[in-house]
């Protein structure tokens, strides 16, 4: 018996339907949900969410934080950035990579380090997928 599945971002619905599988990873580390699974909610680290549909096929969202609400009846996916590897330009993300790493590599307050910091890892894992999801490694 498949899970209905919702993935929002604050711009958008980017999935809602039924699945066998969802696997993403958090704050704490990897989650594999299955239908059944006993109630959760976990802070999301930037990653793939990765949605095996329960027709066959499977969906495969850039999530860049945000959180994961697990119910017995439902698994609702609240991001803070999403977007579908398949939309993610190439170009667009290893230029906004490399210049939050000149940013990085220069003078830059404390205050804002972290910040700088977060972007990073976001940014590459953002980049890594959309390699992947063409073909071209990580």
Do not use: W, Y
């Not at 018996?1 to 699945?19: N, Q, T, Y």
């Not at 990873?25 to 006993?38: F, K, M, V, W, Y």
């Not at 910091?117 to 992947?132: D, G, H, K, N, P």
């Amino acid at each position: 018996m498949p899970i209905p599945v919702r993935v929002v971002s604050v711009e958008r619905l980017l999935f809602e339907g039924d699945a066998e599988f969802v696997l993403t990873r958090s704050l704490e580390g990897e989650l594999g949900i299955l239908p059944n699974h006993a109630p959760l909610l976990a802070a999301l680290a930037p990653n793939e969410l990765r949605i095996d549909k329960a027709g066959g096929g499977s969906e495969h969202i850039f999530v860049g934080g945000g959180f994961l609400e697990v119910l017995p009846d439902r698994v609702t996916v609240l991001a803070d950035v999403a977007e579908h590897t398949s939309e993610i330009n190439l170009e667009r993300a290893e230029a906004s990579r490399r210049a939050i790493a000149d940013r990085l590599a220069g003078q830059v307050p404390d205050t804002e380090r972290r910040s700088l910091e977060q972007e990073l890892v976001m940014a590459e894992e953002r980049l890594r997928l959309a390699r992947i999801r063409r073909g071209g490694g990580g």
